[in-house]
């Protein structure tokens, strides 16, 4: 459906509130009568994803939860589950479902295993790596991102090797410890040059917001890092 797929674009590069739109009329669509419930299972994944991206997590979780009482209802599809389950696990888990959102990613991860596809083993490695951060557990976290960019690195997919980018800076800056200082320093100059070389201005200008206030906390060379 048109309208699922523009919500899903405008997601992306950061049109939030237009795209909330677009993907609740899409909604309405699927659920009259006639249609299939497949579309209305990958339209909740794709709400959930919106939600998450401006941290509206309780109504990420109301989305995810929909998604997957359609699936109990409907029966296992493995394209909806790939789509569905990276986003439910990380609407889990930063709702403070922690192992519901671990059990989510692994299926995220067997069903992107069975499917063959690294973009969709990046993305439940992404999801895992977020499920983990929200459970402050920094090692296994930053270890499952290094997969989504290995992942992502393979297909040549800079937008989700630059998300990658944010989210270890991300994972680093709430660590915070004195060796994290750098380094994310170093991820958001990365994903913020990609996202200039794609053309996605928000979420380029969302990594350079980052890196200044990265450099407004204490190390002097993270501002030098960021004018070099």
Known sequence: MALHRLGMARTAVGEWSRAWRDLNCALKLAQSPGRQGHLSRRICAALAQNRLEVSDDSRALHYAQQGLRLEQEQGACLICG?????????????TG???????????ARSLADK??????LGLAH??????EGAAQEWDPALAAANQ???AFAEIS???EMARTHLLRASLQMQRNEKKDFLSAAAE??????????IGSRIWAAQAGRLLRKLAGRKKPSVA?????
């Open 82 to 94: 790939i789509l569905l389950y990276p986003v439910a696990a990380v609407a889990h888990a930063v």
């Open 97 to 107: 479902e922690i192992e519901r959102g671990r059990n989510l990613a692994q299926l």
């Open 115 to 120: 499917y063959g596809s690294k973009f969709f």
């Open 126 to 131: 992404q999801a895992a790596a977020r499920v």
């Open 148 to 150: 989504a960019q290995k």
């Open 157 to 159: 997919q800079p937008y």
């Open 188 to 197: 958001l100059k990365a994903a913020q040059k990609l996202f200039t070389r």
């Open 224 to 228: 030098a890092m960021q004018s070099s």
